[in-house]
């Protein structure tokens, strides 16, 4: 059975775990967290579950860096927690993250694992840059979950407008997970049309796609407004994300990749679709934006590389990144 491991096991790291388990992902399963009490706690409790299943041979167990040599996929979800009583934007949790992160990598890379890494731990493109940086990993090994929740968010207001389930709808959010994603509506379809048949026949205006797009930019800090985190979405996300690796879909998911060279910016980590696989991921021809999207996924992707830079430095980690 293969092994996989997982730093940080929190809300998230747990509802990743709970979706991965019945999912049908069957492996042996390491925790690792800075509260071990609290990881042996988690993994008694999911190995409750997994035997009052039917077929299911996943273990769980608390364990070290050290047990993950072996391991073939690796999720980091741990993060700093943020400030008391206040609703912080992903880049607030830049500098801590960046740190713990940076510690994170290089305990894994000790540990001699060369697997696919996936990054959960927010703001998760920098993470991701920073994460394969420090250990050299092979950027197609190093995964962050990039957009692939706005996604799903996207083709949940969508599916409830035109009342499809939202797998029927075929399109992606690429860019940063946060507000400066991107939809291109223009690249999406249901069925055999695209969305200028709906616009076309009245099913939706042009002014309910832009409030649609703010809706999902909005959407995490509507969640977290009302409970303090956004848990049950992301780690369906990232069950989704290991079931690709692990069974060697070669199925399309927008994530936080490299960019190649073909686009701006190459080198630093964004989202964008890409194919899945067991050896990570692999890039879809580049994709053809309309020119208005194009210059903001090339601005933000400056944005986001300029941090990289910054942070790295501030750090003193070297990078290849110019």
Same mark, same amino acid.
């Given at each position: ?205 042009? =002014?309910?796609? @832009? /409030?649609?797009?703010?809706?999902? *930019? &909005?959407?995490?800090? %509507? ?5 303090? +985190? ?64 194009? =210059?903001?996924? @090339? /601005?933000?992707?400056?944005?986001? *590389? &300029?941090?990289?830079? %910054? ?5 003193? +980690? ?5």
């Amino acid at each position: 059975m293969v092994k996989i491991g997982i730093v940080g096991v929190g809300a998230v790291g747990s509802s990743y775990l709970y979706a991965a388990l019945n999912k049908g992902v069957e492996a042996d399963y390491v925790l690792i967290d800075t509260f071990e009490k609290y990881a042996e706690a988690q993994a008694k409790d999911l190995n409750d579950a997994a035997s009052s299943m039917p077929n299911c041979g996943s273990t769980f167990k608390a364990g070290k860096y050290e047990d993950l040599n072996d391991a073939k996929i690796v999720v980091i979800t741990a993060s700093c927690k943020p400030k008391e009583g206040k609703l912080q934007d992903r880049m607030e949790l830049l500098k801590d993250n960046a740190t713990l992160i940076k510690c994170i990598a290089e305990n894994i890379k000790k540990s001699g694992f060369s697997g696919v890494t996936i990054i959960a731990s927010n703001p998760v493109d920098i993470m991701a840059c920073i994460f394969q940086q420090v250990t050299g990993f092979k950027p197609e090994k190093v995964i962050s979950s990039g957009t692939i929740l706005e996604t799903a968010r996207m083709k949940k207001f969508l599916s409830q407008k035109i009342q499809v389930k939202a797998s029927s709808i075929t399109g992606f959010v690429i860019g940063e997970h946060g507000s400066r994603c991107i939809i291109p509506f223009l690249k999406m379809r249901i069925g055999l049309g695209s969305l200028k048949d709906f616009l076309a026949n009245g099913s939706i205006t042009h =002014e309910w796609l @832009d /409030n649609l797009a703010q809706k999902v *930019k &909005d959407e995490a800090f %509507e969640i977290i407004s009302g409970k303090g +985190i956004t848990n049950f979405g992301i780690g369906e996300n990232l069950a989704e994300i290991t079931l690709a690796i692990n069974n060697d879909r070669q199925s399309v998911h927008s994530l936080g990749v490299q960019l190649p060279k073909e686009y701006k910016n190459a080198g630093i980590y964004f989202g964008l679709p890409v194919v899945l696989g067991k050896d990570g991921y692999r890039h879809l021809p580049k994709i053809r934006l309309e020119e208005r999207e194009q =210059e903001m996924f @090339d /601005n933000y992707s400056k944005e986001i *590389k &300029d941090t990289v830079i %910054e942070v790295m430095k501030n750090l003193k +980690i070297k990078t290849t990144l110019k």
